[in-house]
């Protein structure tokens, strides 16, 4: 079946590292999206990308549709970057519905 | 900034209670959904709206009802909690040009006991 699958699934790095997550999805997508759940639950949008390559700050974001990958880079970590990163994605045949990943849970230690 | 605002943070209800979660959005967006979060089951949808008294039934419907009375309000409804209702409630809205491009609110912990 359709599938979004996110690697690492936990990632623990100190202050000042750069990270690189991933997001693999199992069929074509028409849009891809990457979230940020904070500490107290909300889901903040970061990057709406569905192809090619977009930057905002400290991170940015690749998206390579035809070998059915993601990719969100954060360079030079904060404490605030802690938190669970979600890749979410509406398959070409998903009636414009978004299938959300598992997530990846990122601790950055002072 | 588009802004998605939920009614409560954090909610403790009893079980049998009706219970309403209400999330309003500012940017004139056609779409609106309600999502539970849940450890080790992600984001589910339960109900979407695209239009004004319009509305659609999600993956996990059945326990919940919805209500959009006015475009920049979706409310969800548990006519009966259970405690497995217990969960973390989404929020979100799209444009009709942008369906998948979608801004949550801040979320509603709601406690059955």
């Known amino acids: 079946g359709i599938q979004v699958e996110q690697s690492p699934p936990d990632l623990i790095l100190q202050e000042g590292a750069n990270s690189t997550l991933r997001c693999n999805f199992s069929d074509s997508v028409n849009n891809l999206q990457w979230f940020h759940q904070n500490p107290w639950g909300q889901l903040i949008n970061l990057f709406y990308i569905p192809s090619g390559t977009k930057q905002n700050g400290r991170l940015s974001a690749t998206t390579v549709a035809t070998e059915r990958y993601s990719l969100l880079y954060i360079s030079s970590s904060q404490t605030t970057d802690s938190g669970v990163y979600f890749c979410?994605?509406?398959?070409?045949?998903?009636?414009?519905?978004?299938?959300f990943g598992t997530g990846t849970r990122l601790t950055i230690i002072p | 900034d588009v802004k998605v605002t939920q009614s409560s943070r954090y909610l403790v209800k009893r079980t049998g209670e009706k219970v309403f979660l209400e999330c309003v959005q500012d940017?004139?967006?056609?779409?609106m959904f309600w999502y539970r979060q849940d450890p080790g089951l992600g984001l589910r949808l339960i109900y979407f709206?695209?239009?004004?008294?319009?509305?659609e039934k999600g993956d996990i419907p059945e326990g919940y009802s919805v209500s959009r009375e006015k475009k920049e309000r979706f409310s969800l409804i548990l006519e009966s909690a259970s405690t497995n209702q217990t969960s973390m409630y989404l929020c979100?809205?799209?444009?009709?040009?942008?369906?998948?491009?979608?801004?949550f609110g801040q979320g509603t912990r709601l406690t059955v006991v």
């Open positions: 709206s695209y239009d004004v008294k319009m509305k």
């Open positions: 940017m004139d967006h056609e779409n």
């Open positions: 979100a809205s799209s444009s009709q040009d942008r369906v998948t491009e979608a801004f």
């Open positions: 979410a994605v509406d398959f070409f045949f998903g009636n414009e519905k978004l299938t």
